[in-house]
Structure formats: structure tokens, C-alpha cells
């Protein structure tokens, strides 16, 4: 059993950046590949990004590529979301979410509470 929670969402203005964070509970953190999952009200939910369970393996959506950076700690049960350049768009409750599977796997475990974000214009 994995328990994630997720912080660090808030306001911002487009342009600007925030860091978002999942905390994970447990020993077994390093055996999980670790994604990012956004909602918006109305939306699918899009996976936009994912890290492998040493973190040398990170994949984006095109949406993202090139301005959201997902990396790990996993000394401290930790993977982070940095997010620059923010638009509007990226307005969305954000998830992490834990598969026991590999980087390529859809499926997923575990997830946490949910994390909201608002970029205004």
C-alpha cells in the first residue's frame, strides 16, 4: 500500500512557475514508476509526465515538453513537478500517481488527493 499526497498548487499568473510535490508513504518507493496526471474541469485526464523508478527515464507530453520538469528523490519518498511558463490552459487539478509497473505502463496504482492549479491570463 502506497499513500500519496500531493502539495504546492496555487495561484499563479501565466509566465510564472510553481513546484509541485507527492509525498509518498511507505519503503517501497523506488520500485514505482512515478507520473503526473492534470485534470480540468470539463477535460479527460492527460498523464503529463512520467519518471522511471531510478529517475533516469522521464517522458513528457507534447503539452508540457520543454517547459515542466518531473524529477525524484527517492531518499525522501519524493517526486516533484517543476512547471515553468505557465499558461492558462495548464489550469487543472494536478495527481501523482504510482504504477508497479514499468515507465512504459498505463496503469496505475495508487494516486493522491489532488493538487490545484490556476494560472490566470
Known amino acids: 500500500q502506497v499513500q500519496l499526497v500531493e502539495s504546492g498548487g496555487g495561484l499563479v499568473q501565466a509566465g510564472g512557475s510553481l513546484r509541485l510535490s507527492c509525498a509518498a508513504s511507505?519503503?517501497?518507493?523506488?520500485?514505482?514508476?512515478m507520473g503526473w496526471f492534470r485534470q480540468a474541469p470539463g477535460k479527460e485526464r492527460e498523464r503529463v509526465a512520467r519518471?522511471?523508478?531510478?529517475?533516469?527515464?522521464?517522458y513528457y507530453a507534447d503539452s508540457v515538453k520543454g517547459r515542466f520538469t518531473i524529477s525524484r528523490d527517492n531518499a525522501k519518498n519524493t517526486v516533484y513537478l517543476q512547471m515553468n511558463s505557465l499558461k492558462p490552459e495548464d489550469t487543472a487539478v494536478y495527481y501523482c500517481?504510482?504504477?508497479?509497473?514499468?515507465?512504459?505502463?498505463?496503469?496505475?496504482?495508487?494516486w493522491g488527493q489532488g493538487t490545484q492549479v490556476t494560472v490566470s491570463s
Open positions: 500517481a504510482a504504477s508497479a509497473l514499468g515507465v512504459e505502463s498505463t496503469v496505475y496504482d495508487y
Open positions: 511507505g519503503r517501497t518507493f523506488s520500485t514505482y514508476t
Open positions: 519518471i522511471s523508478r531510478a529517475g533516469g527515464l522521464a
